[in-house]
Each structure stands twice: as C-alpha cells, then as structure tokens.
C-alpha cells in the first residue's frame, strides 16, 4: 500500500484488513502510529526508489498512488515494483479523456501520463479514475469553523465519492482476478456544484453555510491560506480556469 496514510489509502487499508488480507504500507516515518492495527509499516520513499526494495520483499500485488505533480521518478519507482510484484492498481482521475492528445489541465495530464507509463511497465495492471474524492473539503475545515462562508473558484460540479466507496472498489480490485487491464471510472451517486457541497456539509453540521465563488486571484489566496502546497494550488487553479462551472468535469 501507498498513500496508506492519505484519505483514500487509510480506508483501502482498513478494508483489506477486515477482509484478513495482510497488508504492508510503505511510510515515509515508520515510527508514526497512523496505521490500524495489524497493518505491517515499512519505511520508504516514492521519491527514493532505491528505498523501495524492503517493503517490496514478496509483495504481490501494489496499491500505487502517486503524490507529485509530475511524472519524474516514476519511471524507476515503476521498475522497482516490477522487479518483485506482479499487479499494480493506480488511483487515477476521472478527468482523464482517452480521446484527447494533451489534457485540458496538468493534473489530468499527470494521470494521463502516469497511466500510460503503467501500462508500459510489464506489471498486469487496472486503473482505478476517481471523480473527485469527498475529502478534498477537508481544506475548507478553518473556513467553516470561522464565518461559514467557503470561498473557492467556479469550478464545474462534479460526482464527488467518498474516499470509503473508492475504498470499497479498490478492495475488491485488489482481492479479486478479473481486473487485469480494466479502467474503471468511479463516482459519486450525483453532481454536486461546490455550492450544493458546503450546502450539504451545512445540514449534516447543523449550521448554515455558503459557497462564495470567487475569481481566481482571491481563490489562489484562499488555497494558500488554507495550507495546500503553492503547485497544487498553481494546478488546481489551471484545472478551474478550463473548466468554468458550465462544463461537467464527467460525461
Ligand atoms: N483529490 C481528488 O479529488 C482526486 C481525484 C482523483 C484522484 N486523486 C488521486 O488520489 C491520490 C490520493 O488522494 P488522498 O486524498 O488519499 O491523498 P492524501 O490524503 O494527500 O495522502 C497522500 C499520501 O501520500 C503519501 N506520500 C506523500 N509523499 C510521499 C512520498 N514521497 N513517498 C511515499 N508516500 C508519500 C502520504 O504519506 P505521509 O504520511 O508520508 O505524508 C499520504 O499517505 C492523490 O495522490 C491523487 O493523485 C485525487
């Protein structure tokens, strides 16, 4: 497992466990007691691939997200998995258009790009394309707690999933034969414009709460302030501008 500690990874690894699949989780601090109990922690860096080799001692089968913003290193990190596993199954995004020769926007591209390095490695894959993942709204956590007010760009609604669904498939993709050189595109039960979003969070918190778009220099500045790192912020914004909130991010 990578991303073991991340909002996606953590549920993949509480799933598989309750299933008695023995899960080890590639962590950059072994030391931290992040994981559920039973989950084997072995140190490693995926920026580091020769720091690879120990957790991948008889693994099998690689849970890989990837949490850079571009494609370097991933050639190597990709050589290292299939140098002891046989499977690997990509967290990607449902942005990702086959038909299209450049993405509209840099993190569609990496998926893209990562996607079709993946495909080239000589390990059996499945891609697993999330629509966007529910967590994400964790970063408005300091602007709900403040005024109520959560100011973001206009961007297009989109079939947000929860990271425990995308859990749900990525266990049975794991466990289970069948998936081999499968894409599957997972997805939320609805779209939701951001402003439906913190509408819903409103309700379930038991406070009203609104969406403010704003134009893209004020949401940069909100981004920043609300801890996300300045590139995926510089990448966010790049996906925003294209997709304007008439477009659906999804067909
Ligand atoms: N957000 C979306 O809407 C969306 C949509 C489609 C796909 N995705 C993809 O889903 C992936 C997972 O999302 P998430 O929300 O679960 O991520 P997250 O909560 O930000 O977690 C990132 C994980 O990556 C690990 N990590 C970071 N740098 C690392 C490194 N150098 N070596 C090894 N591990 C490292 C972190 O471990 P530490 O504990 O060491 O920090 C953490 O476990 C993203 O990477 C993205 O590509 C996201």
């Keep these: 497992m990578t991303g073991a500690t991340g909002n996606v990874g953590r549920q993949v690894v509480a799933q598989l466990l309750s299933t008695g699949t023995p899960v080890r989780a590639l962590m950059r601090d072994a030391q931290q007691p992040r994981l559920p109990e039973g ?8 920026s580091r691939p020769g720091t690879l080799e120990r957790a991948l001692a008889e693994i099998e089968t690689v849970f890989l997200i990837w949490p850079f913003l571009t494609t370097e290193g991933a050639p190597a990190v990709l050589d290292v998995i299939a140098g002891h596993a046989r499977r690997v199954v990509y967290l990607s995004s449902s942005g990702v258009n086959d038909a ?18 993946i495909e080239k490695s000589g390990l059996q894959w499945t891609i697993l394309r999330s629509n966007t993942i529910a967590s994400n709204a964790r970063g408005w956590a300091e602007q709900i707690r403040g005024a109520g007010v959560v100011r973001g760009p206009d961007i297009a609604a989109t079939a947000v999933i929860d990271p425990r669904d995308i859990a749900t498939v990525a266990v049975r993709v794991l466990i289970d034969d069948g998936h081999e050189r499968a894409t599957h595109v997972l997805t939320g039960p609805q779209v939701v414009s951001r402003a439906q979003q913190v509408h ?21 500045k909100q981004l920043l302030a609300d801890g996300r790192p300045p ?21």
């Design 200 to 220: 819903a969070i409103g309700e379930a918190i038991g406070r009203p709460l609104r969406f403010e778009k704003v134009p893209i220099a004020a949401a940069r």
């Design 100 to 117: 299209a020769e450049r993405q509209t926007d840099p993190i569609n591209q990496l998926h893209a790009d990562m996607e079709s390095l």
């Design 231 to 251: 590139a995926l912020v510089e990448a966010l914004l790049a996906g925003a501008e294209v997709q304007g909130s008439g477009h659906r991010e999804i067909s």
């Design 39 to 46: 989950a084997e922690a072995v140190e490693g860096d995926l």
